[in-house]
């Protein structure tokens, strides 16, 4: 997997390639973009108040005049990504005269890509679609691969579709208003890209790191674009998620555990991949025997992203439940996506309980010691 310095990367999919377009600016020229896709017969851009007032009318005024586009903004809290969204929405579209011909233009952060894309996805089976992500969640992970959904009372993106977008718009400097918790969580998805495959990427990170935490435009453009870029390695491979895509879920075993065990109110998700990245990094030197250097500059560089909620106050037995729980689980057996080295992961299915009850036991006291991690030891718990 090699990071890029390309301004176009194309993404692989069932239903046709696509292009995710990545340069400080590009909002401006979205309106010309989008016109190179061909005619539509309307174009709707579906937004937030918050996100629109925060980026759509400084960075995309001329969006709307350049294609003649309407407007619908709709609530993007996580507790508005539901069915009874995208049926407002769809109805919105219906009044507003779409049809097979038109094009939705999603502006926000995940949730609003989410939703849009399933909207999309369904209203009329299937309009087209182009997503503009303003997060870091939305421009490195969400909008890139064709995953769409929204939630159920009963748990999370358990309604969707793949349906890929027929652009995909990223702006970095978007991010320019986003709050910073949002920001600094965003990066643990950056961090896992390093993980997973871009060493040169994890090491320009370590080097980088004050530098993109401030939002220096030059580091943040280039990691988000080797992020994307190797998004797009992965979903072009591997559309539907049956052999590699797994490895995207570098840390999610934890951190999903993490999520539902404090009903998603007390972690943003990348912070909950933060830990869980930590995590997964120490249950590799349990399980695979990871070199301890690389372990530590795992643990070393997602505690630079800055201070985490506090582990949660409940029991390793109740955490590996969680895990057993999790819609990813697979007759039964919890799969964690672990690195042998820095750079080289894949999954695994036969983790011994104990194993992964020893990290979720001694880790987080581990991870908390302020003391620079330098040597590790095996807990055989
Ligand atoms: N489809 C996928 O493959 C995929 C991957 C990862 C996450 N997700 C989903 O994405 C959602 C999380 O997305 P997110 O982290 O982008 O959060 P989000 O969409 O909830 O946005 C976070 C907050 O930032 C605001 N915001 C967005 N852009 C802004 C900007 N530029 N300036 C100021 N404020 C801005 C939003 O209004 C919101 O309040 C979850 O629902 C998750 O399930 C989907
Ligand atoms: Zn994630």
Redesign the pocket.
């Known amino acids: 997997m090699k990071s890029t310095e390309s301004h176009a990367i194309r993404v692989r999919s069932s239903a046709g390639d696509y292009c995710v377009l990545c340069e400080r600016g590009l909002a401006q020229k979205a309106g010309q973009e989008i016109a190179k896709l061909g005619d539509f017969s309307s174009v709707h851009i579906l937004s937030?108040p918050?996100?629109w007032r925060?980026?759509g009318q400084r960075a995309l005024r001329g969006l709307r005049s350049q294609l003649a586009a309407k407007m619908h903004l709709f609530d993007?809290a996580?507790a508005a990504?539901n069915l009874s969204t995208v049926e407002k929405i769809t109805r919105e579209l219906v009044r507003a005269g779409a049809d097979r011909k038109s094009l939705l233009v999603a502006v926000?952060?995940?949730?609003?890509?989410?939703v849009v894309g399933f909207a999309a996805a369904s209203y009329l089976r299937g309009v087209a679609l182009v997503q503009v992500p303003?997060?870091v969640?939305?421009q490195v992970?969400?909008a890139v691969?064709g995953?769409?959904g929204v939630n159920l009372p009963e748990g999370?993106?358990l309604v969707g579709a793949f349906y890929p977008p027929r652009l995909v718009l990223v702006d970095p400097e978007?991010?320019e208003?986003?709050?910073e918790r949002?920001f600094r969580s965003?990066l643990a998805e950056v961090i896992k890209y390093g993980v997973i495959g871009d060493t040169e990427l994890f090491a320009f990170l370590e080097q980088n790191i004050g530098g993109i935490l401030s939002r220096e435009a030059e580091a943040l453009e280039h990691v988000i674009r080797c992020s994307i870029a190797a998004k797009a390695y992965v979903v072009s491979a591997d559309e539907k998620e049956s052999g590699l895509r797994e490895i995207l879920n570098y840390g999610h075993t934890f951190a999903h555990a993490l999520e539902s065990v404090t009903r998603y109110r007390k972690y943003?998700?990348g912070e909950a991949v933060a830990w869980g990245m930590m995590c997964a990094a120490l249950l590799g030197h349990e399980v695979l025997d990871t070199p301890a250097d690389d372990v530590a500059r795992i643990i070393a560089l997602v505690r630079r992203i800055g201070p985490l909620p506090a582990w949660p106050d409940v029991t390793p037995r109740k955490l590996l439940a969680a895990m057993r729980a999790d819609k990813k689980t697979k007759f039964g057996k919890v799969r964690f996506v672990l690195s042998a080295r820095l750079g080289q992961v894949r999954t695994y299915d036969d983790v011994a309980p104990k194993k992964a009850l020893c990290v979720l036991r001694f880790g987080p006291q581990f991870l908390l010691r302020s003391a620079p991690v330098t040597a590790l030891e095996k807990c055989h718990g």
Do not use: C, M, Q, Y
């Not at 926000?108 to 989410?114: E, N």
């Open positions: 937030s918050k996100v925060a980026v993007d996580e990504k926000g952060g995940g949730v609003v890509g989410d303003t997060t969640v939305a992970d969400s691969g995953k769409t999370k993106n978007f991010l208003t986003l709050p949002e965003g943003r998700h």
